[in-house]
């Protein structure tokens, strides 16, 4: 299993499946994560957080921990 935090930068990637639960999975699906949706990852910070993404076209900045619950490939 892939998740986001493993994508390389200047990667592409398709969602595949949320982790988690209730309210934090609603988070990222209201940030228009869901499934099929292709992601784009800009930037890795130093330490590795946030992870720095393109999705839908508007930029987002995720923390590590919500960027392991999102399973690509």
């Known amino acids: 299993m892939n998740t986001l935090k493993q994508a390389a930068c200047g990667q592409t990637v398709k969602v595949v499946k949320l982790h988690g ?3 934090v999975k609603r988070r990222i699906m209201d940030m228009g994560i ?6 784009y990852v800009r930037k ?4 590795g957080d946030p992870v720095e993404v ?4 508007y930029e987002l900045s995720l923390r590590k ?3 392991e619950m ?3 490939q």
Not at 44 to 47: D, F, G, I, R, Y
Not at 54 to 57: K, L, M
């Open 65 to 67: 921990s919500d960027a």
């Open 54 to 57: 393109t999705v839908r076209g």
């Open 21 to 23: 639960e209730g309210a």
């Open 70 to 72: 999102i399973e690509v």
């Open 44 to 47: 890795v910070a130093p330490l």
């Open 34 to 39: 869901t499934k099929n949706t292709e992601i």
